[in-house]
């Protein structure tokens, strides 16, 4: 009797979250390989998340040549007052830049799901004297942002590892302004000199299938990056 009544609690509980069958059904299952997590998501294995005992690798002094992460933030058109968002910031690389970037009116909401990333974001951040530039543990089927802020959210290297990418993405566009833009930044799978693990990177058709399920119209694609396009997306606009 108890075990039916636990099973029958087990069964309410779930139908009482909401996207819960929706969710269920969204991902396959199946053994993971080296580098995944064995969930799929329309057609992909999810790659394993970046943890943080590799900030360094984030940091590393080649990042700049090897990746023209010069050419990466000049592509986003960034100027003062703009609110972005960093999902997955990691140690911050690129929200800092962003941050001194959209300087003094601007602000950086830099969102990563693992506490020790945040805590090394919040000690470099704090150390060039960032005040602009706010750090947040995200959960990790949802940004956890205040609704309609954001003008541009950045994904660089990331989104191949959410755990929950639609739903992340959902909550995302729920923290976008009206005119909002959603940055995917990948290495390119189409491309297999650039020297990355299959499971981290993704194809341009593969990030269009994944972002337009939801209200977003592609709008350009930049291909000027050694390792990486940049894939920008505009928030669709309610129809009167
Ligand atoms: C490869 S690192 C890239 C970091 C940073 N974007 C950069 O380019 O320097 C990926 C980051 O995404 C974060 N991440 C993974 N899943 C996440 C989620 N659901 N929400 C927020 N961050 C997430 C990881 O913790 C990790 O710090």
Not at 47 to 59: D, N, P, R
Not at 91 to 98: E, F, N
Request: glycine residues 6%; contains cysteine.
């Amino acid at each position: 009797m108890c075990v039916l009544f636990a099973v029958l609690a087990l069964v309410v509980s779930i139908q009482a979250i909401p996207g819960a069958h929706a969710a269920e059904t969204r991902y396959l299952q199946r053994a993971p390989s080296a580098d995944g997590i064995g969930k799929r998501y329309m057609g992909r294995e999810i790659s394993a998340v970046m943890g943080w005992q590799g900030a360094a690798w984030l940091e590393r002094s080649a990042r700049e040549q090897e990746e023209r992460t010069d050419l990466l933030l000049a592509a986003l058109a960034l100027r003062p007052g703009l609110h972005v968002a960093d999902i997955g910031a990691g140690t911050g690389y690129l929200a800092r830049r962003i941050a001194a970037a959209v300087a003094p009116h601007g602000k950086v909401y830099a969102v990563d799901v693992q506490p020790q990333m945040v805590r090394l974001l919040e000690t470099r951040a704090a150390a060039e004297g960032l005040t602009n530039l706010l750090p947040s543990l995200g959960a990790p089927a949802d940004v956890g942002l205040p609704a309609g802020v954001v003008d541009i959210a950045l994904m660089v290297d990331v989104y191949h590892e959410l755990e929950f990418p639609h739903e992340v993405l959902a909550s995302i566009l729920r923290a976008l302004k009206p005119d909002g833009r959603v940055v995917f930044v990948e290495y390119r799978a189409e491309d297999p000199a650039v020297p990355i693990k299959a499971l981290h990177k993704m194809s341009v058709a593969q990030i269009r299938r994944e972002a337009e399920v939801h209200a977003l119209d592609w709008e350009r694609t930049v291909d000027t990056l050694p390792w990486q396009h940049l894939v920008v997306f505009r928030k669709r606009q309610a129809s009167p």
